[in-house]
C-alpha cells in the first residue's frame, strides 16, 4: 500500500506536513495513497464531487457540513494534499501524554471546534437556533413535524445555554460536551 | 525514503495550483534520485555524527531508534524497488550496495529481539483484528436484531437479545450435559436391549410406534438416553469413566454454572450502570450533536439509523413535552409519567411471575404427588411379588447362584409380569410434554392473535365502518412483559427437568432458535411501534433479577430429590441407593484416603457449619452497610453538583441580563438582527 504513493511525495514536505500535523511518516504516506485514489481526476486536487463519491458520506445527512469543513481552509473550489491533511489533523489520536495540552491541532478543544463548526452554518461563532432547524431537518427529514423540531431545538438551546443569548456559543457547545468522549471517538485509528 | 521516481509519473509540488502542469526530466530525476541517496547514505564514515540519514531533531536515544526502524524500513522498500527501475545495472548494483550498508550497519545496531519484538507485535496485532473481524461474523442474528431495535426501541430490542443470551446459556448446558452423561453412555455404555431397564418391555411393545406413544414420548424414546431411566448404575462403564458420579455432578454442575453466568452478567450490568451518571442534563444536546454513527456506510443501514433517530427523538420529547406543559402539576405528572410505565411494567412482571410459578409448583406437586402413589402400588405390589418370588426360587435355584440381587430381581419382575415405574422417568416425560406443547401453544397464539388480527385489520379496513387501525382493535403490540416472562418461565422449566432429562437442554435450543424466528417475524409482519414510549430503565439487571429468582426455585425441588426420595429401585444410574445424594460420601469413602473421609465428616457436623454460617451472615451485613454508605455519599454529591449548577446558571443569568441593560440598543440586539438577516 505504500509504494505506489509514497513514490509521488518529496522528503522535504512529507517533512513539514509531519511538523505541522504530528502524523508519523508511514500515516502520511497512507493517506496521501488515500488521496491520490479519491482523485479521480489525478489532478492533485479534490473537488467536492471526489468527497460525495465516498459511501459512507453520501448517505450522512450531514455529509454536506463535513465536506464543507474541508473547504474552509482554501480558496477556490479544490482541496490540495496541504489543506486535506491539514484538516485531517484534527482527527490525529491524541498522544498519551498530551492529555492537558491545548495547543495542539488534534486537542480536546480542536476537535470540539471541528465538530462545532459542522453545525455553525453561517460560521459567526454561535450555533442559532434556525441552525439548528436546518440541522434537525437534515437528520430526520420529514418524519418529525415542524413544531415538534422546533420545540427540540427550543429544548436543546435551553439545556445548553448559560449566558441567555438563546445562541449556543463554543465555550456552552464544549461544556454539553463534557462527559462525551471525543477524543476517542473523533480520532482515526490507525492500523499499524 | 522512497525516492525512486517512475519515469512516466509527473512529480507534483504539493502545493501546487491546479491550473499549472509540470514536468520534469528523466534525467533530472535520476540525479535527484541518486544525489539524495548519496547524499544522505554514501559517507559511512560519518554517519553517527551527521543528523542528514536520520530524522531531523533526533538526538534521543529512544527517538533515534524509532528513526532508525522506519529508515530500515525504507531502505527495504528501496531495496524492493530497485528491480523495476529502468537504468543500467551499475547504477541499480550501487544503489543496492548503499542501502544494503546501511542495512547492514544499523540492524546490527539495533538489538534483534527488538527487532522481532516489534514484528511479532505488529503482526499479532494484525492476526488479533482479523480474528475479532472474523468473529463478528458469527454473532448470530445481529442483523435482525438491529433492524427491530431501529424500528421498535431499545426496549423490544432487549428481549430479543436476552433470547439469544439465553441461547447460548443453553448451548452450554446442552455441551455439558452431552459430554459428560450423554456421549459417554452412548458410546461406552451397555447397549440398548441388554439390561431390562434398557429395553421396551414385552406388555409395551405393540404399541411402541404408534403416533400416541410417541407423542408421550413413550416407547422407544422412553427406553433412550434422553430419559434418567436408561442409564444403569454400573459402577463404572468402558474403561472406567463412572457414569453415576458424573451424572450427579452434571446435575449439580447445570445450576452452579447457571447461576455464575447470571451473576457475571448481572455485575456487569450494575457496574456499567454506575458509570453512566443519572443525571438528564444534556439529553437533548447529546440527541441533536452526537445521533449519527459516522460508520454506517450501507445505505439500508442509514435508513434504519434514521428511523431510530426519530424514534429516540420522539422518546425525549414526549418525556420532556408532559413535563413542560403542565407547570402546575409539574411534580406530580412529571414523576407519574416519567416513572409509571416503568413501575407499571414491572408490577406486571411481578404478577405474571407469580401465576407462571404457582403452574410450574402446581405441576411439581402433583408429579411428587404420582410418585408417592407409585411407591405406594409398588408397596402393594412387592407383596404379591414376594409371594410369587417365593414360588419361583423353589422352581430355579440354580438361578440364584450366579446372579446378584438386582439381576435377580430385575428377571424375577421381567418373569411375574410385574410393571416397574421408574418415577423419573415419568418426570422427565412430563417435562419434554410440557416444553413441547409450550411450543405448539406459543406458534398457535402468536398466529391468531398477532397475525390474524393484522390480516383482519389490514384488509377488513377497505369495508368497515370506523378505522380499524387507528381505533379498535388496531395493530397489536409487542407485550414485552408477557414474552419476557414466558422466556423466563421456559428456562425454570429447563433448569427443573434437566436432571431427569439429560437431553432437555437440546430440545430447548431448538425451541429457542424457533422462537426467536418465529416472534422476529411476527413483530415485524403484526406488530406497530408503542404508543407510549418511555425510556428504558438503565440497568437491565430486572431481566436477571428474574432469571435468578427462578434459577433459585428450580434447584429447590430437584435439591429435595436429590438428598430426601429413595431413587427408583430398577433403572437409572442410583438404583440401589438409599439416596441419590449418597453416591458422594460412597465415593470419598472408597476412592480417597481415610482422612479425608474423617475431615469431611467433621465438617459436616454442627460445630464446624454453624461458625461457618455465621460468618457468612456477618459477613453480609457488613457489605450491606458498605453499599448504603456509598450510595448515600454518591447522593449527596449528586445533589451538590445539580445546586452548583443551578446556583451558577442563575448568577449568570443575572450578569448577562446587566450586561444586556447597559448596552441596549447597539451591541448584542443589533448583532442579533444582522444574524438573522444572513441565515436564510
Redesign the interface.
Known amino acids: 500500500m505504500?509504494?505506489r504513493a509514497?513514490?509521488?511525495?518529496?522528503?522535504e514536505?512529507?517533512?513539514q506536513?509531519q511538523r505541522e500535523t504530528g502524523f508519523?511518516?508511514?500515516q502520511i504516506t497512507r493517506l496521501y495513497s488515500r488521496f491520490t485514489s479519491l482523485d479521480k481526476g489525478q489532478?492533485?486536487?479534490l473537488s467536492r464531487e471526489d468527497f460525495q463519491r465516498i459511501?459512507?458520506l453520501a448517505?450522512?445527512?450531514?455529509g454536506e457540513r463535513v465536506v464543507q469543513l474541508f473547504f474552509l481552509e482554501g480558496e477556490d473550489e479544490?482541496v490540495?494534499?496541504?489543506q486535506y491533511m491539514r484538516t485531517l489533523a484534527r482527527f490525529r489520536p491524541l498522544d498519551p501524554n498530551q492529555k492537558n495540552d491545548k495547543d495542539g491541532v488534534n486537542s480536546r478543544e480542536k476537535k470540539l471546534e471541528f465538530?462545532f463548526r459542522m453545525?455553525d452554518?453561517?460560521q459567526?461563532n454561535?450555533i442559532?437556533r434556525?441552525?439548528?432547524l436546518q440541522?434537525?431537518r437534515m437528520?430526520?427529514?420529514v418524519?418529525?413535524s415542524e413544531e415538534?423540531l422546533g420545540?427540540?431545538a427550543d429544548?436543546?438551546i435551553q439545556?445548553?445555554d448559560?449566558?441567555?443569548?438563546q445562541r449556543i456559543s463554543f465555550e456552552e457547545?464544549s461544556k454539553?460536551?463534557e462527559?462525551?468522549e471525543v477524543e476517542q471517538k473523533m480520532s482515526v485509528r490507525f492500523?499499524? | 525514503?522512497?525516492?525512486?521516481?517512475?519515469l512516466n509519473?509527473n512529480?507534483?509540488?504539493?502545493?501546487?495550483r491546479?491550473a499549472r502542469k509540470s514536468h520534469i526530466s528523466i534525467r533530472r530525476c535520476q540525479r535527484e534520485n541518486l544525489d539524495?541517496l548519496r547524499r544522505n547514505f554514501s559517507s559511512l564514515s560519518n554517519v553517527k555524527d551527521s543528523d542528514d540519514v536520520l530524522?531531523?531533531g533526533a538526538s534521543d536515544e529512544d527517538a533515534t531508534e524509532e528513526e532508525i526502524l522506519?529508515n530500515i524500513?525504507r531502505q527495504k522498500?528501496i531495496i524492493?524497488?530497485i528491480r523495476k527501475q529502468p537504468w543500467r545495472m551499475k547504477k541499480k548494483l550501487k544503489t543496492l550496495k548503499v542501502a544494503q550498508d546501511y542495512l547492514e550497519k544499523y540492524e546490527g545496531k539495533l538489538s534483534k529481539s527488538r527487532g522481532y519484538q516489534e514484528a511479532t507485535e505488529?503482526v499479532w496485532k494484525?492476526i488479533r483484528?482479523e480474528l475479532a473481524n472474523f468473529a463478528t461474523f458469527f454473532i448470530p442474528w445481529d442483523t435482525r436484531i438491529k433492524t427491530i431495535e431501529s424500528y421498535f426501541g431499545s426496549v423490544v430490542a432487549s428481549y430479543f437479545i436476552f433470547l439469544r443470551w439465553l441461547f447460548w446459556i443453553n448451548i452450554a448446558l446442552s455441551i455439558l450435559m452431552l459430554s459428560f452423561v450423554v456421549l459417554p453412555e452412548l458410546l461406552v455404555g451397555l447397549p440398548y436391549g441388554s439390561l431390562p431397564r434398557k429395553a421396551v418391555p414385552e406388555p409395551e411393545m405393540h404399541r411402541a410406534e404408534n403416533i400416541a406413544t410417541i407423542w408421550d414420548f413413550g416407547g422407544y424414546m422412553k427406553f433412550s438416553v434422553l430419559f434418567y431411566g436408561y442409564y444403569s448404575n454400573q459402577k463404572s462403564i468402558g474403561s472406567g469413566y463412572q457414569l453415576p458420579l458424573a451424572y450427579f455432578l452434571t446435575g449439580i454442575g447445570i445450576f452452579v454454572y447457571s447461576f455464575a453466568v447470571i451473576l457475571r452478567k448481572m455485575a456487569k450490568n450494575s457496574r456499567m450502570a454506575k458509570l453512566s451518571?443519572e443525571d438528564d442534563?444534556?439529553?437533548?444536546?447529546?440527541k441533536?450533536?452526537?445521533?449519527?454513527d459516522?460508520?454506517?456506510?450501507?445505505?439500508d443501514t442509514?435508513d434504519n439509523k434514521?428511523?431510530a433517530?426519530?424514534t429516540g427523538?420522539?422518546v425525549s420529547?414526549v418525556v420532556?413535552?408532559i413535563t413542560?406543559v403542565f407547570p402546575v402539576f409539574f411534580d406530580l405528572i412529571g414523576q407519574m409519567e416519567k416513572y409509571h410505565p416503568r413501575v407499571m411494567l414491572q408490577w406486571q412482571l411481578a404478577r405474571i411471575m407469580v401465576l407462571n410459578l404457582g403452574n410450574l409448583y402446581t405441576l411439581m406437586i402433583a408429579l411428587f404427588k404420582k410418585v408417592n402413589n407409585l411407591n405406594a402400588s409398588w408397596a402393594l405390589q412387592n407383596v404379591t411379588a414376594s409371594g410369587m418370588i417365593q414360588e419361583i426360587l423353589q422352581l430355579d435355584e440354580h438361578m440364584l447362584e450366579t446372579a446378584n440381587d438386582t439381576q435377580v430381581v430385575d428377571t424375577l419382575t421381567r418373569l411375574a409380569g410385574i410393571k416397574e415405574q421408574c418415577w423419573e422417568t415419568i418426570v422427565g416425560q412430563e417435562m419434554y410434554k410440557l416444553s413441547v406443547f409450550d411450543m405448539i401453544a406459543t406458534l398457535v397464539t402468536t398466529i391468531i392473535v398477532d397475525f390474524l388480527r393484522g390480516l383482519f385489520v389490514r384488509f377488513a379496513n377497505y369495508c368497515w365502518c370506523w378505522d380499524l387501525e387507528a381505533k379498535i382493535p388496531g395493530y397489536g403490540e409487542f407485550g414485552v412483559a408477557e414474552n419476557v416472562l414466558h422466556l423466563i418461565y421456559n428456562q425454570g422449566m429447563i433448569w427443573m427437568g434437566a436432571f431427569f432429562a439429560p437431553c432437555l437442554p437440546v430440545l430447548n435450543v431448538l425451541k429457542l432458535i424457533a422462537l426467536m424466528y418465529l416472534r422476529s417475524w411476527a413483530v415485524i409482519m403484526c406488530n406497530t411501534p408503542h404508543q407510549r414510549v418511555f425510556r428504558a430503565s438503565r440497568s437491565n439487571n430486572f431481566y436477571f433479577v428474574l432469571l435468578l429468582i427462578m434459577l433459585f426455585l428450580s434447584m429447590l425441588p430437584t435439591g429435595y430429590v436429590m438428598v430426601s426420595i429413595e431413587p427408583s429401585r430398577n433403572c437409572g444410574p442410583f438404583s440401589g441407593r438409599r439416596r441419590m445424594f449418597d453416591i458422594i460420601p460412597d465415593t470419598v469413602r472408597e476412592q480417597f484416603p481415610a482422612w479425608l473421609t474423617t475431615v469431611l465428616s467433621y465438617m459436616s457436623t454442627a460445630g464446624v457449619i454453624l461458625p461457618v454460617f455465621m460468618l457468612l451472615v456477618m459477613a453480609i451485613y457488613y457489605l450491606q452497610s458498605l453499599v448504603r454508605s456509598y450510595k448515600e455519599a454518591n447522593n449527596d454529591l449528586r445533589i451538590q453538583l445539580q445546586y452548583e449548577r443551578t446556583e451558577?446558571?442563575k448568577k449568570?443569568?443575572e450578569m448577562?441580563?446587566a450586561k444586556n441593560d447597559q448596552s441596549d440598543g447597539s451591541g448584542?440586539s443589533h448583532v442579533?438582527s444582522r444574524?438573522?438577516a444572513?441565515?436564510p
Open positions: 505504500g509504494s509514497s513514490l509521488l511525495l518529496r522528503q514536505e512529507i517533512e506536513i508519523s511518516h508511514n489532478n492533485g486536487a459511501p459512507e448517505i450522512n445527512p450531514l479544490q490540495n494534499f496541504r465538530a453545525y452554518l453561517d459567526d454561535r442559532s434556525e441552525e439548528l440541522v434537525l437528520m430526520v427529514g418524519n418529525i415538534q420545540s427540540i429544548r436543546t439545556e445548553a448559560t449566558d441567555g443569548d457547545f454539553a460536551m462527559r462525551s492500523l499499524d | 525514503m522512497p525516492v525512486l521516481v517512475p509519473v512529480v507534483r509540488s504539493l502545493d501546487h491546479p539524495y530524522k531531523p522506519e524500513q522498500e524492493a524497488a505488529r494484525k483484528r451518571t442534563q444534556f439529553t437533548f444536546c447529546w441533536v450533536f452526537c445521533g449519527w459516522y460508520l454506517i456506510g450501507q445505505s442509514a434514521f428511523a433517530i426519530s427523538i420522539r420529547m420532556s413535552i413542560m451558577g446558571k449568570v443569568y448577562s441580563a448584542s442579533r444574524h438573522k444572513q441565515v
